[in-house]
């Protein structure tokens, strides 16, 4: 059988930002982020073949002996074990899915910026989202004028995405999936602030994304 190698197109595109369609509809912001999960669970129904992409959960681990240095030793295999108890599976996934990255083409969305394209199970893709409009805006509110919009609206379509992709699931399944999101989230920003120490008010983040990972990793005790 012929292997399958993953490439690349690129083409002009005549879109609009997701941003500007939001804020210049905003009656449309429901059918919008319905479109946005509906995109995002299309990807997610394709798997790919061992080693044709980055596996996200063995790069998640590559990332940890650097968030161990910044943690209470108890803390560290109780951070490993977490990570080991997602589910190992090739699902694609975008990692990055967020409105810098979704454009509107007439009245269907494109995702844009393909290399982070990876495999694992879909809750690392939700990671991002929770950094995007979460984790990033909460410490810096910059972050969310970044993407083109407030810190206010920045929440509200991280909660709405969550609960659209989760198929309006319960409060406790709403609450347990964004603390896993928040976790692994925070285990990426942490790795990619250490190799990037040129950024503004990158201890900050750190720091923040270091008090969250203990808070949460002691609340599922």
């Known amino acids: 059988m012929a292997k399958i190698i993953y490439g690349i197109v690129f083409e002009l595109l005549e879109a609009k930002s997701s941003a500007d369609y939001i804020r210049e509809s905003p ?32 790069k998640t681990l590559s990332w940890l002996p650097k968030v161990h240095k910044l ?27 967020h409105m810098k990255n979704v454009l509107l083409c ?38 969310a004028y970044m993407l083109g919009i407030d810190v206010e609206t920045a929440a509200r379509i991280c909660d709405r ?18 603390n896993t999101a928040q976790l692994l989230g925070c285990i990426r920003i942490i790795d990619y602030l250490d190799r990037h120490p040129e950024l503004p008010d990158g201890k900050k983040c750190i720091d923040r ?12 005790e």
């Open 161 to 178: 995405i969550f609960e659209l992709y989760l198929d309006d699931a319960d409060e406790e399944t709403l609450r347990d999936t964004k």
């Open 71 to 97: 943690l209470p030793e108890n803390l560290c295999s109780k951070l490993d074990d977490f990570v080991n108890t997602i589910p190992d599976t090739k699902t694609i996934i975008h990692a990055d899915f």
């Open 106 to 143: 007439g009245e269907e969305l494109m995702l844009i910026d393909m290399d982070t394209l990876s495999t694992g199970d879909p809750i690392f893709e939700l990671a991002t989202v929770f950094v995007s409009y979460r984790q990033f805006p909460s410490i810096e509110p910059k972050a």
């Open 27 to 58: 009656e449309h912001f429901e059918s919008f982020l319905k479109q946005s999960v509906e995109l995002m669970k299309s990807i997610h129904a394709i798997t790919a073949e061992p080693g044709d992409l980055p596996d996200m959960k063995q």
């Open 209 to 220: 994304c270091v008090q969250d990972i203990t808070k949460l990793l002691q609340s599922r």
